[in-house]
């Protein structure tokens, strides 16, 4: 799913593209894209973009008619990705083939579209009317960047039930932005484990986490944006070579030097390393640690001496 430094980047590719330009026309060749009823949807058409905005991991486009009467008048088209959808810039009026294509944005310089891979359309459209619709849709996580989220701001939003830092990180009403991938990449740079406790953690804990949430995602930001100032990001991904430990399941961890260590969960995985973050200790993965029982490696030497029976 893109989080926020991918959508951020998406941002910074459609800004130059698409604020100030005239919408004129909007094609859904799915109707299940679609969320809402009110307001109609042929009302955008014919508006101007006035402004782009990230809520969480949705994008919104904030739409004028020729008064523009401020903020609370303006319609707003809210894009969630979910999971596989992906945002292209195309010629204009490109034509909508294969069943991954959702819908087009149509503007005099080129077409936005939405495709999704895979056979679930879970990527949704909403047009709102107001900035009382945009705070209504919002699952009200704090934003890491916001001058109003220091260290102790963080540490209250992330302790308001005693979870692991991988679920508290990805929780959306405790944090904006952040998803699987960049949480291996935070508790990668705070050396903490994905399954320690909120509750449990030491003050210096919090510090190293709140400072590696900042780091990381401050770097990816810069990172992509600066691609999507060349050209717009086409082919997003969760998985990029440069990244620590997400999706490196068995490589060096860039730190240490030993294998990152994976737990899999639903379609799901976390990954970690053990000597970097879990002080050397072999995480269960459910399915295996019921399959192998009292056998389950519990270190990186059990682990290697498994490996070579």
Partial sequence: ??????????????????????????????????????????????????????????????????????????????????????????????????????????FSGGSLVLTEAGSKRRASLHLLRGEQALRDIDPGGIEIFSHQTNLDAFRAALTLENRTLKRA??????????????????????????????????????ERLFAGTRATLELWMARLSSEAGKKFPENVTAFRPEMAVHGRFGQPCPRCGLPIQRIRYADNETNYCAACQTGGKILADRSLSRLLGSDWPRTLEELEALKRR
């Fill in 169 to 206: 990180l990805t929780d959306p009403r405790l944090i904006s932005g952040v998803g699987n991938a960049y949480s291996d990449e935070i508790l990668h740079a705070a050396r903490l484990s994905p399954v320690a406790l909120t509750h449990k953690l030491k003050p210096e804990e919090w």
């Fill in 1 to 106: 799913m893109p989080e926020l430094p991918d959508i951020t980047a998406y941002l910074a590719a459609l800004e130059p593209r698409i604020l100030n330009q005239t919408l004129h026309s909007v094609r859904l060749q799915s109707v299940f894209v679609l969320r809402t009823a009110d307001p109609p949807m042929a009302s955008v058409e014919g508006r101007t973009v006035r402004e782009l905005r990230r809520i969480g991991k949705r994008i919104a486009i904030g739409l004028a008619d020729a008064a523009d009467s401020g903020p609370d008048a303006r319609l707003w088209l809210v894009i969630h990705l979910m999971i596989a959808g992906r945002l292209h810039w195309r010629p204009p009026q490109a034509k909508l083939s294969g069943r991954q294509a959702l819908l087009a944005l149509d």
